[in-house]
C-alpha cells in the first residue's frame, strides 16, 4: 500500500489531532492544578563549574538491548539479549572523567554481556522452570533467596512503624515473614511465597516477546548485581528505565519476578553508599509535554531544575495527572522530575527511598534541599558530554554499546542457522516463513 500517497491520510491527521485536543481540554482544569502545585516546588538551581576543586567519585551505567524471536521454528523461538556497563571516575579538577579497568566475571566481554534464550509456546512449566535457571545463572542466587530477603526487608520496616520501642524479629524465613505479616496485618498477596507461578504475574507461554522483556530486564539487573558485588565502590549508579512496582491494590507484594531483584539491588546499594538511579527518557508521565512547554515559557529555555513528585501516604497531596497511574512514584521509590538542557526533554528519575530517607530527608527542610541541591549539581556534572548533553553520558555509552541493530540482528541469525546447519538441520527451516515466500 502506498500510504504516502493515500489523499484519506490527511482526514486520518486531522481525526487523532481532534481527540489529542479534546483530551487536553477534559484534563486541563486539573492539569492547572497540578502545573500551580509543580511549580511553587520547583528547585532552578546553579550548576557546578565545568573545573573545580571536588571530591572525585566513582559511577557506573547499565542499558541492555537484544533481539527477540531472532529466529523460529513452528513453536520454537531463540531470542538474543545484551547488557552493557559504563564504569568511570569524576575528574572535577579537569573537567573530565576517567575509564574505570573493571570487568566483573559475569560479562562475556569488556563491555558486557551476551546470552541466548530458547522458549517453546505452550509450556508454561518449562518456561518458568527456563527462567528460574536463567536467574540463578545470571544474577548468582535463587529467586526464593531474593524473595524471602526482600520481603523480609519490607515487613521489618512495616513493623518498626507500627512497633517503634520493640525489637524488630530476625525475618530470614518464609514462615518468620508470613507470620510477622499476619500479627502486623500486613497483606500478602500469597503465602505459598515458593509456588512462584502460581502468584506472580508473567507473559502466558505463548507470548514470547513479553517473556523475551522479563529475561532482558533480568541480565540487566544480573550485571548489575555484579558490579556491587565488585570491589569497586560507586556513588551512582544509573539504571535505564523506571522502578515501578507491580502491587496488587492495597498490598505491599510486588508481583513481578524483576521487582525483587530491582528491591534486592537497593538494599545492597545502600550497604555500599550507592545510589541506584533509575532514568526513564519517555516518563510515560501524563502531560510532560505541557509542563515542558508551560515551564519553558516561564522560566527560559536554559535553566536547570528539579521537582518531586508527591508521594502518598508520605504526602497528602496526589497530583491530579496521576489519579489513574498508581505506579507513579513507585511504591518504595521516590521520583523526581528535572531539566538539565533544552536540546533534552524532561526526564524523569526514580531512587530508592530507603536511600532517599537516609541521605536527603531531613526534618530541618533546608538542610533537606540542601540534599538535594548537592545531588542534582552531581548528577548534572554527569550530563555534560558535548554529544550527550543533557543526559547522562556513561548512560548513553552503555546505550550505544548494548544496542543491536537490525543489520547485526540478520548477521546474528544468519550465523546462528548456519551453526544449525552444521549439526545437520535444514537451514530452510529456520528462516521466517515470510522470508522464503519473498514477503519481508
Known amino acids: 500500500m502506498q500510504v504516502f500517497f493515500d489523499k484519506s491520510l490527511e482526514k486520518e491527521f486531522a481525526k487523532v489531532y481532534s481527540k489529542f485536543k479534546l483530551i487536553e481540554q477534559k484534563s486541563d482544569e486539573a492539569y492547572q492544578e497540578d502545573l500551580k502545585y509543580l511549580t511553587s516546588k520547583l528547585q532552578i538551581f546553579e550548576p557546578y563549574p565545568s573545573i573545580f576543586e571536588n571530591e572525585n567519585f566513582n559511577i557506573a551505567a547499565i542499558d541492555g538491548s537484544g533481539a527477540d524471536s531472532l529466529v523460529s521454528l513452528n513453536d520454537i523461538s531463540i531470542h538474543l539479549m545484551t547488557a552493557a556497563f559504563a564504569a568511570d571516575q569524576t ?34 512449566d518449562e518456561v518458568w522452570d527456563d527462567f528460574l535457571t536463567y536467574i540463578n545463572y545470571n544474577y548468582g542466587e535463587k529467586l526464593l533467596d531474593v524473595v524471602i530477603r526482600v520481603l523480609g526487608n519490607i515487613v521489618a520496616e512495616a513493623f518498626k512503624l507500627k512497633r517503634p520501642n520493640d525489637p524488630v524479629p530476625k525475618l530470614d524465613t518464609k514462615t518468620k515473614i508470613v507470620m510477622t505479616a499476619k500479627q502486623l496485618n500486613l497483606r500478602l498477596y500469597r503465602d505459598d511465597i515458593e509456588d512462584f507461578s502460581s502468584w506472580m504475574v508473567s507473559p502466558g507461554s505463548n507470548a514470547p516477546r513479553g517473556w523475551y522483556d522479563q529475561f532482558r530486564e533480568i541480565l540487566e539487573y544480573s550485571l548489575a548485581n555484579a558490579l556491587l558485588k565488585s570491589d569497586l565502590k560507586l556513588k551512582y549508579l544509573f539504571l535505564d528505565g523506571s522502578m515501578n512496582m507491580l502491587l496488587s491494590p492495597k498490598q505491599k507484594q510486588p508481583r513481578l519476578a524483576s521487582n525483587y531483584l530491582l528491591r534486592d539491588l537497593c538494599l545492597k546499594a545502600i550497604e555500599k553508599e550507592t545510589c541506584v538511579v533509575a532514568v526513564s527518557k519517555t516518563t510515560t508521565f501524563p502531560f510532560i509535554y505541557r509542563i515542558a512547554q508551560d515551564l519553558e515559557k516561564s522560566l527560559g529555555s536554559e535553566k536547570k531544575w528539579f521537582v518531586r513528585v508527591p508521594t502518598p501516604p508520605r504526602e497528602s497531596k496526589t497530583l491530579n495527572i496521576l489519579k489513574d497511574r498508581p505506579h507513579i512514584p513507585p511504591a518504595y521509590g521516590v521520583t523526581y522530575l528535572f531539566h538539565f538542557s533544552s536540546e533534552v526533554p524532561i526526564l524523569r528519575i526514580d531512587i530508592d527511598e530507603k536511600w532517599w530517607k537516609e541521605k536527603i530527608r531531613s526534618s530541618d527542610k533546608k538542610k533537606e534541599r540542601e540534599n538535594e541541591l548537592k545531588m542534582f549539581q552531581e548528577i548534572d556534572w554527569l550530563a555534560r558530554d558535548v554529544r550527550y548533553y543533557g543526559y547522562f553520558f556513561d548512560l548513553a555509552f552503555a546505550h550505544h554499546t548494548t544496542l543491536v541493530k537490525f543489520s547485526e540482528r540478520d548477521v546474528v541469525a544468519d550465523q546462528l542457522i548456519d551453526y544449525f546447519a552444521e549439526q545437520g538441520e535444514n537451514p530452510k527451516m529456520f528462516i521466517h516463513p515470510r522470508k522464503r515466500l519473498g514477503l519481508l
Open 91 to 124: 575528574v572535577f579538577n579537569k573537567g573530565t572523567t576517567k575509564q574505570l579497568d573493571i570487568l566483573p566475571p559475569i560479562c562475556t566481554s569488556p563491555e558486557g554481556i551476551l546470552r541466548l534464550v530458547l522458549l517453546r509456546e505452550d509450556n508454561s
